[in-house]
Nanobody, 121 residues
Framework: QVQLVESGGGAVQAGGSLRLSCTAS????????MGWYRQAPGNKRELVAT???????NYADSVQGRFTISRDNPKNSVYLRMNSLKPKDTAVYYC???????????????WGQGNQVAVPI
C-alpha cells in the first residue's frame, strides 16, 4: 500500500508565498517522477510542475518563474515553493508520484489527498 501525504496549503494574500510538501510511503521500490497538479472549481485537473529522475523539471506556462519544484529522494518527498501567488492560482493542489512497488513490476501513478490553496481577490 502506497500513501502520499501532503501538507502546507492554506490561504494567502495575492503576492504572497506558500510551500507545499508531499511524502510518499509504503512498499516502494523506486520513484520515477513526482509532481504537482491542481484543480480549480469547474475545471479539469491540470499539471503544475513535475520532477523526473535526474532532476528534469517541467512547469506549466502559467507558473513558470513563480513556482519551484524540488525533491528529496532519500525522503521520497517533493516540494512546491509558490511565490507571487495570484487569485487564479486558487485550487486544490494534488501531489502525484509515478512509482514501482513490491506488488507490481510496472510503474503506476498515485495521488495525494489534495490540499486547498486560496488566494483571495
Amino acid at each position: 500500500q502506497v500513501q502520499l501525504v501532503e501538507s502546507g496549503g492554506g490561504a494567502v494574500q495575492a503576492g504572497g508565498s506558500l510551500r507545499l510538501s508531499c511524502t510518499a510511503s509504503g512498499s516502494i521500490i523506486s520513484i520515477q517522477l513526482m509532481g504537482w497538479y491542481r484543480q480549480a472549481p469547474g475545471n479539469k485537473r491540470e499539471l503544475v510542475a513535475t520532477n523526473k529522475n535526474g532532476g528534469v523539471t517541467n512547469y506549466a506556462d502559467s507558473v513558470q518563474g513563480r513556482f519551484t519544484i524540488s525533491r528529496d529522494n532519500p525522503k521520497n518527498s517533493v516540494y512546491l515553493r509558490m511565490n507571487s501567488l495570484k487569485p487564479k492560482d486558487t485550487a486544490v493542489y494534488y501531489c502525484a508520484a509515478v512509482l514501482v512497488t513490491r506488488r507490481s513490476c510496472h510503474p503506476a501513478r498515485y495521488w495525494g489527498q489534495g490540499n486547498q490553496v486560496a488566494v483571495p481577490i
